[in-house]
């Protein structure tokens, strides 16, 4: 972006975002990328009287007693724009007052910088527009009190240079650098987006390892749908399942992270444009578990990223599918070695051999054999992970690996819907994050697939979708009931796929430590924590994308 790209009115409040972190101000305005926290959402509570015009503001040789709520500024000169809470003023003299949630600091100013340069740009503004203004209000909801900010020549030219290393911020092509140990992180309601400590450690720009400053796993969940002929509906706040007028089910909007529908499923238009309201994902299944869509309201805002996705996938992409593939060969050695009765030696080292061959490997066409290879010998293998008596009905699983459309045995029917599941919640995370899911780096973009997800699968198959399905099975509960053979196909069963349903999303709520960046995180957060350091290194701020992988 060039200085001629940056629009020509700068909203004011990103003066105060700039003076508190550039990276913020770019992340937040430039790259339009926003998170609530419960800081962002309890001060659009507290502003709700003054987000409401109200009151009059007269002409600047008119002014009297004056009372105005919500009032709009703008300066070409200043190149700024801003709505002012408050405008109170008396004999010919206004002031703006700046509504904060809180009580204020314990320093000599009673305020931050921040705080004090947002409500200068507003007194700039009202000095533009003709009136008589050498002073502000910050109005503390918490403690009902006043804090009067004079506009001091030094507070003014601070502000002005804040606009000018604002505009010269955003006609970078990259974002500024993350804060290095600095305790704004922690109530930065963009830290979950940014990762500071993240950054800094892969950049080596700090050795420490990193605070747990991702947001803690949010409560809401996914709705599951498999009940033919229900439909999903809206009532006051609660997403409802009915049946023939029967409620099935009823869950309040807030809790819930996505609506996955099976078969013969409706959703009402209602509820679509509420979940597109909320953005939560609605995911449409085949009876027999194939993701055949998914209804998402308007994509991310963050351009850059996807223009960069499609120049990094366009040179190919190879250093990140070496990565992915990698990642996937150690997992799977990683699973056989805890699991396998005993594990194969011959097999745990020609894995170790292959795992060093796609760090090395000079195109993606041998990357994808080098793949082919290590899937070939684990699934040869993968039996040695199950117990010897399953008790499943239909064909053995096949030593010649996996077989799909239709499975021909019950452990390749778990695998398939499985991974279904899996690339669905891919798919919703890098849509959310500003992906294109659908170009990849090493699954090539044809056929209609989401070939980013799948990349993204790779190194997470063997931990969270071979997983469930050894648990299913060797737990018992995968009963012979829960499959369908047909011809020489087998599916599952509603009851079946109520059981592996149930199984992932335990799965999701397990707790692993990332081994990189020191602290737990469960599966279900670990899936936008590696999704967005991909995002880092497709934008340029971090040298390379890590895989994730448990010892």
């Avoid at 279904?420 to 973009?445: C, E, M, N, Q, S």
């Avoid at 999701?508 to 737990?520: A, D, N, T, W």
Wanted: charged content about 25%; overall charge positive.
């Amino acid at each position: 972006m060039s200085v001629v790209d940056v629009p020509d009115l700068v909203p004011a409040r990103m003066v105060n975002e700039m003076a508190y972190c550039p990276r913020l101000f770019f992340l937040e305005w430039v790259q339009a990328r926003f998170a609530d926290n419960a800081e962002t959402v309890d001060g659009r509570y507290q502003h709700r009287v003054v987000d409401h015009e109200g009151g009059l503001l007269p002409e600047p040789a008119d002014v009297g007693a004056v009372r105005a709520r919500s009032v709009m500024l703008s300066s070409p000169k200043l190149g700024l724009v801003g709505r002012v809470d408050l405008v109170e003023g008396a004999d010919g003299v206004v002031r703006p007052v700046d509504v904060k949630r809180g009580k204020p600091p314990d320093n000599p100013q009673r305020s931050w910088e921040p705080e004090r340069v947002q409500l200068c740009v507003l007194g700039m503004l009202l000095q533009e527009a003709g009136y008589s203004c050498s002073s502000g209000v910050l109005w503390f909801v918490e403690s009902h009190e006043r804090v009067e900010v004079p506009f001091s020549p030094a507070l003014v030219a601070r502000t002005k240079q804040l606009v000018e290393d604002l505009r010269r911020t955003a006609a970078a092509d990259l974002p500024p650098p993350p804060l290095v140990d600095s305790p704004k992180c922690p109530r930065c309601s963009l830290v979950g987006i940014c990762l500071p400590d993240e950054h800094n450690l892969l950049n080596g720009t700090t050795d420490r390892s990193p605070r747990r400053l991702m947001a803690r796993d949010d409560p809401a969940r996914p709705l599951y749908v498999t009940t033919p002929g229900a439909v999903v509906g809206v009532d006051g706040g609660r997403l409802e399942v009915k049946l023939k007028g029967e409620k099935l089910a009823s869950r309040r909007e807030i809790d819930v992270s996505q609506v996955c529908v099976f078969g013969n499923v409706q959703v009402t238009t209602q509820a679509l444009r509420r979940c597109f309201d909320l953005q939560v994902p609605v995911s449409f299944f085949s009876s027999g578990g194939w993701l055949h869509g998914m209804a998402q309201g308007l994509p991310s805002r963050h351009v850059d990223l996807r223009r960069r996705q499609v120049v990094l996938a366009g040179q190919g992409g190879l250093e990140v599918a070496r990565r992915f593939v990698e990642g996937k060969i150690r997992n799977c050695r990683t699973l056989l070695r805890r699991n396998g009765r005993p594990a194969p030696p011959e097999t745990l080292a020609s894995l170790a051999r292959l795992t060093g061959q796609a760090a090395s490997a000079t195109s993606v066409a041998s990357l994808l054999g080098v793949e082919g290879a290590a899937a070939r010998i684990y699934f040869e293998s993968f039996t040695s992970m199950l117990r010897p008596e399953l008790g499943l009905p239909g064909r053995p699983f096949s030593l010649e690996g996996r077989n799909r459309r239709p499975p021909l045995d019950p452990i390749n029917c778990l695998l398939s819907f499985v991974y279904a599941l899996l690339v669905k919640d891919l798919t919703a995370v890098l849509w959310a994050i500003g992906f294109d899911p659908y170009l990849g780096f090493f699954h090539r973009p044809r056929f209609g697939r989401p070939a980013l997800a799948l990349d993204v699968a790779e190194e997470l198959r063997p931990l969270v979708g071979d997983s469930v399905v050894l648990n299913l099975v060797n737990n018992g509960e995968a009963r012979a009931s829960h499959f369908i053979v047909r011809g020489l196909g087998v599916s599952l069963t509603p009851d079946g796929r109520s059981a592996v349903l149930a199984s992932y999303e335990r799965r999701l709520e397990v707790e692993v430590k990332h081994p990189l960046f020191g602290y737990r995180v469960k599966y279900r957060r670990l899936f936008e924590l590696q999704a967005r350091l991909l995002a880092a290194y497709v934008l340029g701020e971090v040298p390379e994308y890590v895989p994730f992988g448990t010892r």
